[in-house]
């Protein structure tokens, strides 16, 4: 839930949210938990992780800092953080 996730938010490095899904979209969620740490001397990176190409290509517009493809295949997701955090 956004709540939880606004609880571990705090000490995190990384985010990754989902667009697509029940009841809400990624983009909604993404400004929950910005306005949770907002005022914070740091923050995580918010990625976006999706396979939708369209979302995908709109990722800053919505305020993400990256993009995360290729969702559900583990070992693309592995090379693509280490990418985003050299």
Known sequence: SVAAARAHVLD????LIDFHMPGTDGG???QDLKEAIAGRDS???FYLYTSDKDVG??????GFDGRLILK???EALVRQ??????
């Open 43 to 45: 923050r995580p990176a």
């Open 28 to 30: 909604e969620v993404l």
């Open 72 to 74: 559900g295949n583990s």
């Open 12 to 15: 995190s490095e990384l985010v």
């Open 57 to 62: 290509s709109e990722y800053r517009e919505l």
């Open 81 to 86: 953080v280490d990418a985003a955090f050299r």
